[in-house]
Structure formats: C-alpha cells, structure tokens
C-alpha cells in the first residue's frame, strides 16, 4: 500500500489547488449568498475479500484499494437513489470554521473534518478510530442544493464493517475496487437535458459487491472521483463520447 498511500498523500498536500469548477457544463447553475456548507469523506482502503470483477488494468499504483461510497434513499428530497460519498451539513457542534487542524497533508478546517468523518460513521457505522485524514480539496459548488462542498480524503487504516444505519436515509453502503473504477468499460459520460441545452457529468457504472447488481456513479461524484483519480495518476484512458442518461 505504500506507493498507493503516498500517492494519496501528494494529492492531500497539494488537494487546495485540485478545482471542480471547470468542469462545465456539469455545474447547473450558481449558489447564491445563502448556501450551506457540507463535507464528504472520500475514503480509501485496502481492498476487502470482495475483489473486482475487472481483469484488465489490474496492474498499477492504487488498483488494490476500494473506495466507500453509499446510494441515497429514492425518498429523499435531495439527490434522491443517488451515488454519494459519505457525508453532510456542518453543524454548530462542529466547531468554528477558522479552527484549523494539523493532518499529514497540511493545515485544514476541523469542522469540516468532524462533519465528514460524524456523517460517514452516522451513514455507515464505520468506526471512526480507523480513518487517517490526510486532507482537504478546495470547496466544491453544488448549485442544485445550494451548497458548498468540502471533499475530505482519508485512509482506512483500520477497516472496520459498514452497513445501512438508517435506511430512511441511504438504501446502499458499499465499497467499489479501484480497478472497476478505472475499467474504460465502466465508464462513459452521463447527460441531463434541461430545455435545449444537455449538460454531461463523468460517470461509472460500477458492480456492487456481493450482488448481481450495478450502480451508477455520477454528477457531483462522479466529477470528484474522474478528476481525483487523474490526480491520483491511477486512471486509465477511456471513451468521453460514450453518451448515456443520467439514472434520474
């Protein structure tokens, strides 16, 4: 896991300067002076006893190593049966925002590290003792929500079980292999026409482990995870033409 961890290390200590913001036309939108800010915990670790069903690209930096991620309950009024990172809204016992945090990658906001990692082990009853916070993205806009979102990149260093906490709130916790992220056959782009005009996100579409069963990564994931593993240096070349819907 050396290489791997390191690589993750590098992009944590230079995460400030690894931007979202141009990949139009993914952005619907702007916020406005009212918006609300939220973390998500992108949190890596070795691969578990459920492999990839990938077998090409299976050599290289990063391809033993899975990523948690969770499906939004269909009932909610955000986002709803979307792929997510774990994660959610500051709250005030989060602490003050200029409360810095010393990490491996840097200085970065507490608050944001304790929403990150209190809504990853609220979502999927990891235990948070485990995860190594290695630092922060720039804040990502997220229009259709009207929040401004703080990416926080962790190591696993101690996995523990996850699960569904409540299922009124995700319907799915999971963990996806590298490998089948960066398989070019699991990738395409995602399209949602809004009147005349058809906005694309990166996405994957991943199987989920243990099930014969797939999921659809992308819009505001998909972007982090397409431009975090090129970061990362573990993506392979793949077809951007490739067209399909978005799973609304």
């Known amino acids: 896991m050396g290489d791997a961890y390191q690589d ?9 300067r690894l931007r979202m913001e141009d990949r139009e036309p993914w952005r619907i939108g702007q916020i406005d002076e009212n918006y609300r800010r ?17 077998t090409e690209h299976a050599e290289g930096v990063g391809r033993d190593l899975d990523v948690l991620l969770v499906q939004r309950a269909a009932t909610l009024r955000s986002h709803p049966g979307q792929v997510a990172f774990p994660g959610g809204r500051l709250d005030p016992e ?3 925002l200029h409360e810095m945090l010393s990490v491996p990658g840097g200085e970065v906001s507490a608050a944001h590290v304790r929403a990150a990692v209190r809504e990853a082990e609220e979502e999927t009853g990891l235990d948070p003792r485990g995860v190594e916070v290695l630092g922060a993205l720039a804040p990502v806009p997220l229009p259709v929500s009207n929040h401004l979102v703080t990416p926080v990149l962790g190591w696993w260093r101690d996995v523990s079980p996850v699960d569904v906490v409540d299922h009124a709130e995700s319907s799915l916790v999971f963990r996806v292999p590298v490998l089948d992220l960066v398989d070019p056959a699991n990738r395409h782009c995602a399209a949602v026409t809004r009147g005349r005009q058809t906005y694309r996100s990166p996405a994957f579409t991943v199987p ?4 014969d069963s797939t999921v659809t990564v992308w819009g505001f994931t998909g972007v982090l995870l ?3 593993l090129t970061a990362l240096g573990w993506a392979v070349p793949w077809d951007a033409g490739r067209l399909l819907p978005a799973p609304l």
């Open 8 to 16: 993750l290390l590098r992009v944590a200590r230079t995460g400030r």
């Open 226 to 228: 397409d431009r975090l």
């Open 38 to 54: 939220s973390a998500v915990l992108i949190l890596f670790g070795a691969l578990d006893d459920l492999p990839s069903r990938a």
């Open 94 to 96: 989060d602490g003050d």
């Open 208 to 211: 989920v482990a243990g099930t």
